[in-house]
Each structure stands twice: as structure tokens, then as C-alpha cells.
């Protein structure tokens, strides 16, 4: 008899441990009508900067716009180089290219997959005038390092912390790290709404004011625009989900820890590459990403198992034809392209159990 699958992120079993909360404070918001900008959204900002320790939080529409506005709010534009990983979600890359600047892609480092600092140093050019290092997977980073080259060429550094809510790197909160950084609240992701949402986090007030005028159409006063902005609000029904589910983030970054744990120990043994964790690192495994160079059996077992699984990325941003205009070639960056053929996420959430966690290391090992 097939037994129940086992889905990759269970939303709807989070929603069920939250009902009464979540509807209430839906309710609360709809009843209310300030549907734009709203007092759930004010509220939310504050508590997601307390949160994180900053002084500064502002909500936009996604984390992409996150991103994209961060970069406006530093003058970055046409002319511009901004280095960004080419392992990443394709979102990062966007965000730097529609601002007009060039994206320079470099190789991720093999061990934690994040961004190669090596790269970085090779790529910095007389026009760089950022750095976006990814939180990959809920992995921070390797952040000093990145740190002293933006201090000797004076560079920003922008953060993509939208796998990352509540990772530390030596103990500091990802996103409050470098100028600023942009989130995502993309249901999937470890703090997510129930639809799109994003935020930046900066501890620069002058960024942070930028940033709520690009959102809001350039304008602080109604009907005076000093910039030349964007429609691309956090909506208030979202924040005031936001606000209910950002009480439980620690506890939920608690779990998918445990869940972590647990896959390690019953995954030790098998040929299986399982995820490393660096010196530096307190992750909070928004994936789980294990290695393996018979992914097409592996992919095969889980499906006959019911459960389910997803490739986080199975093309490299220098290989996607969008990006064709760089001019990169197959194996300008090994170490990408190696994990992209190589690399599957088992299921990750806060509330899989231990018996699903044992079947999905049981087909694991059975491949
Ligand atoms: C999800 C994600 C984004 C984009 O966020 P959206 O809210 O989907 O626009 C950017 N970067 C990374 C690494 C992501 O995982």
C-alpha cells in the first residue's frame, strides 16, 4: 500500500498549528481597511528590525524589489558592476541587471556553496561598485573577508538574505551584516507570507529613507515626488501574517535545525554528500541539499517513496539564455556547474516529523 506522500515544504500543516492566530489577525487588518501602508505594516517593520537588531526595516513588494531597490538606494545603475554569485537564484542577478548596472558573475566555494572570495578579488574592476553575497540555503556567507574589500575599495556590500532569517555568521544576524540587505517573505521561505512580500534591513538611515520613497512612487509628502520611484509595497494584509508568523520564526529556525540533526545522523553512511557547516556559520536550512553523482536513481527512489524533492538550481545563471548578453560559456564556473548536476533538496520544513524523516532517509539509502 502507498503510503502518504511527503511534500517538501507542508504549508498548509503550518497554517493548521496557527489557524486561530493567523485568521484573527487577518480579520483584525481587513476590518481595519488601511489596506495600503496600514498599521500592520508599520507595526511589522518595526518588530522585523527588532528582530534582526537594526535600527532599519522597510517593506516592499518581494524580496526581488528588496534587492532592486537597495541597489537603487545606493546609486548603483548603468555603468555599474555589481559581483554576485553565479550558484543563486536567479531573483539576485535581476535585481542588479534591472538597475541598468552589469552583474559579474563568480564561482561559489565547494565546501558551503556561497560566494568564492578568491572570485571576488579576481573580478573587482575600476567600475565594481557592489558586492552581493548570498545566504545560500540558509548558510551564511563568509562575510570578513567581503568586509575588508569593500573597506579598502569602498564598495557597498548588499546582502541576499532571502534563504537567511535568523542565520548568525560569528554571531551577527545576516542582513544586518553589510549596507544592506534584501528579504524575501515568498511563502516557501523560512519567515513567509501568504503570497509576495519582501523587506530591506539596513543600519543606515539615509539608505532606509531612500528606500520608503522608491517604494511609495518617489514621494514622502503626497503628490511631491523627489525621485523617480516605484509601486512596490509589503501589503498590509501580508504584514499583519508576517506579524503572526515572526513570533514563531525562532522556534520554527529551532526545527528545521532539529530536522537537520536528525538527516545527518540517519544519512551518515550513505554515499550520499550531505550539507557541511562552516566554522562561521549557525544556518537556519531553509534547504536541506545533498550531493550525489547518481541523482536521476536517487530522484527515482524518492518518487517511488511519495516523497518529495527539488533541484535549488539545476542551471547556472551563466548558462540561462536571459543571461546570454554576458557572454559566459560552459565551464567558465566548475565548481557551479558541477553542483548543478550533482545537487537535490530532500523535503525541509519545521514541522516534518521524525517518522517522515526516517522514510526519506530509508529511500535514501535504499537507492
Ligand atoms: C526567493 C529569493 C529571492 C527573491 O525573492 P522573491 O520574493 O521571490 O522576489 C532572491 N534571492 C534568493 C536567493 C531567493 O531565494
Given at each position: 500500500?502507498?503510503?502518504?506522500?511527503?511534500?517538501?515544504?507542508?504549508?498548509?500543516?503550518?497554517?493548521?498549528?496557527?489557524?486561530?492566530?493567523?485568521?484573527?489577525?487577518?480579520?483584525?487588518?481587513?476590518?481595519?481597511?488601511?489596506?495600503?501602508?496600514?498599521?500592520?505594516?508599520?507595526?511589522?517593520?518595526?518588530?522585523?528590525?527588532?528582530?534582526?537588531?537594526?535600527?532599519?526595516?522597510?517593506?516592499?513588494?518581494?524580496?526581488?524589489?528588496?534587492?532592486?531597490?537597495?541597489?537603487?538606494?545606493?546609486?548603483?545603475?548603468?555603468?555599474?558592476e555589481?559581483i554576485?554569485?553565479?550558484?543563486?537564484?536567479?531573483?539576485?542577478?535581476?535585481?542588479?541587471?534591472?538597475?541598468?548596472?552589469r552583474p559579474v558573475l563568480?564561482?561559489?566555494?565547494?565546501?558551503?556553496?556561497?560566494?568564492?572570495?578568491?572570485?571576488?578579488?579576481?573580478a573587482?574592476?575600476?567600475?565594481?561598485?557592489?558586492?552581493?553575497?548570498?545566504?545560500?540555503?540558509?548558510?551564511?556567507?563568509?562575510?570578513?573577508?567581503?568586509?575588508?574589500?569593500?573597506?579598502?575599495?569602498?564598495?557597498?556590500?548588499?546582502?541576499?538574505?532571502?534563504?537567511?532569517?535568523?542565520?548568525?555568521?560569528?554571531?551577527?544576524?545576516?542582513?544586518?551584516?553589510?549596507?544592506?540587505?534584501?528579504?524575501?517573505?515568498?511563502?516557501?521561505?523560512?519567515?513567509?507570507?501568504?503570497?509576495?512580500?519582501?523587506?530591506?534591513?539596513?543600519?543606515?538611515?539615509?539608505?532606509?529613507?531612500?528606500?520608503?520613497?522608491?517604494?511609495?512612487?518617489?514621494?514622502?509628502?503626497?503628490?511631491?515626488?523627489?525621485?523617480?520611484?516605484?509601486?512596490?509595497?509589503?501589503?498590509?494584509?501580508?504584514?499583519?501574517?508576517?506579524?503572526?508568523?515572526?513570533?514563531?520564526?525562532?522556534?520554527?529556525?529551532?526545527?528545521?535545525?532539529?530536522?537537520?540533526?536528525?538527516?545527518?545522523?540517519?544519512?551518515?553512511?550513505?554515499?550520499?554528500?550531505?550539507?557541511?557547516?562552516?566554522?562561521?556559520?549557525?544556518?537556519?536550512?531553509?534547504?536541506?541539499?545533498?550531493?550525489?553523482?547518481?541523482?536521476?536513481?536517487?530522484?527515482?527512489?524518492?518518487?517511488?517513496?511519495?516523497?518529495?524533492?527539488?533541484?535549488?538550481?539545476?542551471?547556472?545563471?551563466?548558462?540561462?539564455?536571459?543571461?546570454?548578453?554576458?557572454?559566459?560559456?560552459?565551464?567558465?564556473?566548475?565548481?557551479?556547474?558541477?553542483?548543478?548536476?550533482?545537487?537535490?533538496?530532500?523535503?525541509?520544513?519545521?514541522?516534518?516529523?521524525?517518522?517522515?524523516?526516517?522514510?526519506?532517509?530509508?529511500?535514501?539509502?535504499?537507492?
Open positions: 500500500m502507498q503510503k502518504t506522500s511527503i511534500q517538501f515544504v507542508d504549508l498548509r500543516r503550518q497554517y493548521h498549528n496557527i489557524q486561530p492566530e493567523i485568521d484573527a489577525a487577518m480579520l483584525r487588518a481587513v476590518g481595519r481597511g488601511d489596506f495600503i501602508l496600514g498599521e500592520d505594516t508599520r507595526e511589522f517593520e518595526k518588530e522585523f528590525a527588532a528582530f534582526n537588531h537594526a535600527p532599519h526595516c522597510i517593506g516592499v513588494g518581494d524580496g526581488t524589489d528588496a534587492l532592486h531597490l537597495a541597489l537603487r538606494a545606493l546609486n548603483i545603475g548603468l555603468g555599474d555589481v554576485v554569485p553565479t550558484h543563486t537564484y536567479i531573483a539576485s542577478v535581476l535585481a542588479i541587471s534591472n538597475t541598468g548596472a563568480v564561482d561559489c566555494d565547494p565546501d558551503f556553496y556561497c560566494i568564492d572570495v578568491k572570485a571576488v578579488e579576481r573587482l574592476t575600476p567600475r565594481t561598485k557592489a558586492i552581493m553575497p548570498v545566504h545560500l540555503y540558509g548558510h551564511p556567507a563568509d562575510m570578513d573577508p567581503l568586509l575588508q574589500i569593500a573597506k579598502d575599495r569602498q564598495l557597498a556590500i548588499v546582502e541576499d538574505t532571502a534563504q537567511g532569517h535568523g542565520a548568525t555568521y560569528k554571531g551577527r544576524l545576516c542582513g544586518t551584516i553589510g549596507d544592506i540587505s534584501g528579504f524575501s517573505f515568498y511563502p516557501g521561505k523560512n519567515l513567509g507570507a501568504y503570497g509576495d512580500g519582501g523587506a530591506i534591513v539596513t543600519n543606515r538611515p539615509e539608505l532606509a529613507e531612500r528606500v520608503s520613497l522608491l517604494r511609495n512612487y518617489g514621494q514622502k509628502v503626497k503628490y511631491v515626488h523627489t525621485m523617480k520611484g516605484y509601486n512596490s509595497r509589503l501589503d498590509t494584509v501580508q504584514a499583519a501574517i508576517l506579524r503572526v508568523k515572526l513570533r514563531h520564526l525562532a522556534q520554527w529556525n529551532d526545527q528545521r535545525r532539529a530536522a537537520a540533526a536528525r538527516y545527518a545522523e540517519l544519512l551518515d553512511g550513505t554515499k550520499l554528500g550531505l550539507p557541511q557547516v562552516a566554522p562561521w556559520a549557525n544556518p537556519v536550512w531553509h534547504l536541506y541539499v545533498v550531493q550525489t553523482d547518481r541523482r536521476a536513481d536517487l530522484q527515482k527512489a524518492l518518487d517511488a517513496a511519495g516523497i518529495s524533492h527539488g533541484i535549488h538550481y539545476p542551471i547556472p545563471v551563466h548558462l540561462q539564455e536571459a543571461y546570454q548578453d554576458l557572454g559566459h560559456k560552459p565551464g567558465d564556473f566548475p565548481v557551479a556547474e558541477a553542483l548543478a548536476g550533482r545537487i537535490l533538496s530532500l523535503p525541509m520544513f519545521p514541522e516534518i516529523t521524525v517518522e517522515e524523516s526516517q522514510r526519506v532517509a530509508q529511500a535514501c539509502a535504499g537507492f
